[in-house]
């Protein structure tokens, strides 16, 4: 294998090296984390201390591209204005560059203008190919979310859905995303079903807990990537008082038993279809996968959060935060 190929796969690799604390047990994505996150340091170093050497401006692609995966955006702001100063900036880069940008002012707590920057970059995203900046957008509106800035969350979902009105979906989706957001800091609608072993999950009895509500199937490819993920907090924090109750949609409970096994997902799950649909309802479940955490003082806190938004989420709870 190339000298080069090893440094892209690295790269590749980064976005979920970075989520992994400092102080976990050594595995392969946390040493690559150790090491990603030193060369962010050295590079970011370097261009301050060389901020007129040939390959400061390659240092500070290599710094955007990081950043964004790797949820270090508030922190590369400076490299984005740099970028975004330079003539003749091609277009996917400057389109980089104003996504970290917007993605590290809301992290700053400057929702208000980094929706208005959002606005314009929306505003020449084609009609035909909005995909990208869809995603973007969710994302964004994410981070506007966990800085508690619900307003400017739902102007973001406000200004996709009309930006690509011809779809019936992203408006829906954008709808759907709105609705959800009034649902936090209210108590968290009720779940009173049995599991597959028959035992009755009461949500109210897990009252001091954070529970996370995973909506998932078998064959929801995003619901198995996030998994690793879920079982990691699972496993770290159960004992300070993380439960998870899993609702899956498959309707096969003997599919969703043998699977759950397989997986290692030692939590408890809601299998039966009528149960699920109703839950579906109240919780406002359109797509899959659903993450819905519950706070110790039983309302909902937030949804939707993954990877490293998720572990930063549940452990903020669980401190009180």
Request: some cysteine; overall charge negative.
């Amino acid at each position: 294998m190339s000298r080069v190929y090893l440094s892209v796969f690295a790269i590749l690799l980064s976005a979920r090296g970075l989520a992994l604390a400092a102080d976990e047990p050594a595995t392969f994505e946390g040493i690559l984390a150790a090491e990603q996150r030193r060369t962010f340091e050295r590079i970011t170093q370097y261009v301050a201390d060389n901020p007129d050497a040939a390959d400061t401006f390659a240092a500070r692609q290599w710094l955007l591209m990081a950043a964004l995966e790797n949820g270090l955006e508030a922190e590369a702001v400076a490299h984005a204005d740099a970028v975004l100063a330079e003539p003749m900036v091609m277009e996917p880069l400057k389109t980089l560059a104003q996504q970290v940008r917007i993605v590290g002012l809301a992290k700053a707590g400057k929702g208000d203008e980094a929706v208005q920057e959002f606005a314009g970059l929306l505003r020449f995203a084609r009609l035909s190919s909005g995909g990208p900046m869809i995603d973007f957008g969710r994302q964004f509106a994410t981070q506007l979310r966990m800085a508690r800035d619900f307003d400017a969350a739902r102007e973001v979902y406000s200004q996709i859905a009309n930006r690509f009105f011809l779809n019936a979906d992203v408006r829906g989706v954008c709808d759907n995303l709105t609705a959800k957001i009034d649902l936090i800091e209210k108590p968290a609608p009720e779940i009173n079903v049995p599991d597959t072993a028959g035992e009755t999950v009461d949500l109210s009895s897990l009252s001091g807990k954070v529970v996370l509500i995973d909506f998932w199937a078998t064959n929801c490819p995003p619901c198995i990537e996030e998994l690793p993920n879920i079982r990691r907090l699972y496993e770290k924090h159960r004992e300070r008082g993380f439960e998870i109750i899993g609702v899956s949609l498959d309707g096969d409970q003997s599919l969703v038993e043998a699977f759950a096994q397989r997986q290692q997902m030692s939590w408890r799950q809601i299998v039966n279809e009528a149960d699920v649909a109703a839950l579906r309802e109240k919780y406002l479940v359109r797509t899959i996968p659903t993450l819905m955490i519950v706070g110790t003082d039983g309302n909902v806190a937030q949804f939707d959060v993954r990877g490293r938004d998720l572990q930063q989420t549940i452990e903020k709870l669980l401190a009180g935060e």
